[in-house]
Every structure is written in structure tokens, then in C-alpha cells.
């Protein structure tokens, strides 16, 4: 059975940093999209970054461009959301999520299959 597992979000100050961790279980393959979601408190869930299993690409939000990379360690089916320079509307749950069926990189939520429990990050101003 497919599972996500986030961790490493946290308190911080604003332009601090913190490294989000998504462990994927359940799948040997590797072909599918990951992307991470950010939710802010009273608000939907909006996309912020993606990894596409069709072409390898990864892309951003322009918001997040110069401050979160996406990584990915295969030998460890973790992939991580490094996150630079906070600001408090960075502020919200984080969660990653994976398309299986086109395997893409979808940036609306409902297009994803499978997602992980979410990780709370708050970036004190």
C-alpha cells in the first residue's frame, strides 16, 4: 500500500530555514509526479513545487523560486522540500503528494492520488 510520510516542519523565525522530508512506501517503481502543497490557515491548499515523473523536470511557484528547492534521494524513496529565507505567509501545513496517473506534475491538488498526513510549519515574524 502506497504511503507518504512528511516531517521536519517547525517553529522558525522569519528567514530562517527548515528541510521538509517526504518518505514514499509501497511503490518499487518511480514513475509518478511529487509535488508539495502548502496550506495557510483558513485557506485552500495551494501548490508550491513538483517533480515530474515523465520528463524529470522540477518547477516551482514563482513565490518559492530562489528560496525552497525539491530534492530527491532514490536510495532512500525520501524527497525533501529544502525551504530558505521564511516569511511568515509561508506559515501553514505542508504536504506532499503523488499523480499517478499521468505521472506528471500537476499544480491542482485534485489531480494528485495519494497524499501524506502534512507537516505544520510556522514562521514567526
Known amino acids: 500500500q502506497l504511503q507518504l510520510v512528511e516531517s521536519g516542519g517547525g517553529l522558525v523565525q522569519a528567514g530562517g530555514s527548515l528541510r521538509l522530508s517526504c518518505i514514499i512506501s509501497g511503490r518499487t517503481s518511480d514513475d509518478y509526479g511529487i509535488g508539495w502543497f502548502h496550506q495557510a490557515p483558513g485557506k485552500e491548499r495551494e501548490w508550491v513545487s513538483c517533480l515530474s515523473g515523465k520528463h524529470g523536470s522540477i518547477y516551482y511557484q514563482d513565490s518559492v523560486k530562489g528560496r525552497f528547492t525539491f530534492s530527491r534521494d532514490n536510495a532512500k524513496n525520501t524527497v525533501y522540500l529544502q525551504m530558505k529565507n521564511l516569511k511568515p505567509d509561508d506559515t501553514g501545513v505542508y504536504y506532499c503528494?503523488?499523480?499517478?496517473?499521468?505521472?506528471?506534475?500537476?499544480?491542482?491538488?485534485?489531480?494528485?492520488?495519494?497524499w501524506g498526513q502534512g507537516t505544520q510549519v510556522t514562521v514567526s515574524s
Open positions: 503528494a503523488i499523480d499517478l496517473t499521468e505521472a506528471d506534475c500537476p499544480r491542482y491538488p485534485e489531480l494528485y492520488d495519494h
